[in-house]
């Protein structure tokens, strides 16, 4: 493994156990001093806290949050079977 996996693995851990996020399924790469987020959290204050978990352990690093935020919320109305 390269130094910039280790450290994608190393924030993926800190995102992962982080209670401000405690995401699993938020891919991590690094290119560089780059961090690119992708992925899927339920809402924004989620996706924000993203960042703060990474500027706290590696200030150094630039963030890209390209984390979407999608819902999961109940079903609304009725479905419909045929």
Avoid: K
């Avoid at 910039?4 to 992962?16: K, M, N, P, S, V």
């Avoid at 590696?58 to 890209?64: C, N």
């Amino acid at each position: 493994m390269t130094a910039e996996q280790y450290l994608a693995a190393d924030l993926r851990r800190a995102i992962a156990e982080d209670p401000r996020t405690a995401e699993l399924g938020v891919r991590v790469t690094v290119r560089g001093n780059h961090v690119l987020l992708t992925g899927d959290v339920t809402c924004e204050e989620r996706r924000a806290a993203l960042e703060e978990v990474l500027q706290d352990v590696a200030p150094e690093l630039h963030v890209m949050n390209d984390v979407c935020v999608t819902p999961a919320g109940e079903p609304v109305g009725e479905e419909e079977l045929r």
